[in-house]
């Protein structure tokens, strides 16, 4: 499985960014696709996920307000690709944006059908 993450860069605060991340290989029938961040000295984070087959999402209910309702996920399914948007970006959305793949029903994170991109970057200035 290869997830090649695109879309990163340098934007000021307020401004929105789509990011994308084009799924290959072999993912199985019934696969989910996931944004996760890192920013600088923190830990990663789950930001949000879809399962592909019926396009379930899964937000990170967890999140703090300023956080809720500015990241949205799409898809282009007959491509495999995942979209995440994010508006009114704020400096303390700079981070690594990585995309991941559940393929076997795991977990990201799990070793047994969890794939990762390498990651695209998001610096936002104030």
């Known amino acids: 499985v290869q997830l090649q993450a695109s879309g990163g860069g340098l934007v000021q605060a307020g401004q929105s960014l789509r990011l994308s991340c084009a799924a290959s290989?072999?993912?199985?029938?019934?696969?989910?696709l996931g944004w996760f961040r890192q920013a600088p000295g923190k830990q990663r984070e789950f930001v949000v996920a879809?399962?592909?087959?019926?396009?379930?999402?899964?937000?990170?209910?967890g999140a703090p307000e300023s956080v809720k309702g500015r990241f949205t996920i799409s898809r282009d399914a007959a491509r495999n690709t995942v979209f995440l948007r994010v508006d009114n970006l704020k400096p303390e959305d700079t981070a690594i944006y990585y995309c991941?793949?559940?393929?076997?029903?795991?977990?990201?994170?799990?070793?047994?059908?969890?794939?990762w991109g390498q990651g695209t970057q998001v610096t936002v200035s104030s």
């Open positions: 290989g072999h993912l199985g029938s019934d696969f989910a």
């Open positions: 991941a793949a559940d393929t076997a029903g795991y977990g990201f994170e799990d070793k047994r059908g969890g794939y």
């Open positions: 879809m399962r592909w087959s019926n396009g379930q999402i899964y937000y990170n209910y």
